[in-house]
């Protein structure tokens, strides 16, 4: 089946510091999904990518969808505090209901 | 409310017995997924609705597992014999259809405790 093999498994950074985290995947996705999840509550979609080689910025957070669409990668530019959680990206196929998703990059930020 | 709502959000039972996960997706919403993490893990999927019919049951782990969906809302899904690896947090998450322009917006999960 399919895996994404996401990276780092965690990162611990200063506040102000940027951050950057991608995920591989074996196969094709038509879209890449990147997710936040605080302790407790489940995962809050961030940026939704659906063209290959789409960049797409939400604020301090920009995401890529990788040319090979093998690919992406989440950038987090100037960390606060509260950016602190666990960030997951996902896969979809065109007409296959289920993302795949990433184990996970837990970010820790130290004010 | 506006978002996926799932009940209830702790559930803590003795193995041997069964339990049933409820989610009330967004309104108007016809794709419905569950999903199960494993602590410190991604996230599985379990199965996705279309209406109440579901496409894809391939990530259920065992005969024990199942799921229903009633009135192209509702979803429950249902451990029978419960295990004590069956602990996990259940998300369930929903989206407008089930195609791959429609981000998956999720509950807060049920959290599951085997003893």
């Known amino acids: ?111 | 409310g506006a978002g996926v709502s799932q009940s209830p959000s702790n559930k803590v039972t003795e193995k041997g017995k069964d339990v049933e996960l409820r989610c009330d997706p967004i309104s108007g919403h016809t794709a419905l997924y569950w999903y199960r993490q494993s602590l410190g893990q991604g996230l599985e999927f379990l199965i996705y609705f279309q209406g109440n019919s579901a496409p894809d049951k391939s990530g259920l782990p065992s005969d024990r597992f199942s799921a229903e969906r009633t009135g192209g809302s509702v979803s429950t899904l249902t451990i029978q014999r419960t295990q004590q690896e069956d602990s996990a947090v259940y998300l369930c998450a929903s989206s407008r259809t089930p195609g791959s322009n429609q981000p998956q917006h999720f509950g807060d999960g049920t959290r599951l405790s085997i003893l």
Do not use: H
């Open chain 1, 1 to 111: 089946g399919q895996q994404l093999n996401q990276s780092p498994q965690s990162m611990f950074i200063q506040e102000g510091e940027d951050v950057s985290m991608n995920c591989t995947s074996s196969s094709i996705f038509n879209t890449w999904l990147w997710y936040k999840q605080e302790p407790g509550e489940g995962p809050v979609l961030l940026i939704a990518l659906y063209k290959a080689g789409e960049l797409t910025s939400n604020g301090r957070l920009t995401a890529q969808f990788g040319i090979t669409r093998k690919d992406s990668f989440l950038n987090i530019s100037a960390s606060i505090p509260s950016d602190v959680g666990i960030y997951f990206c996902a896969g979809q196929d065109t007409n296959a209901g289920k993302s795949t998703f990433g184990d996970g990059t837990t970010l820790t930020v130290k004010p």
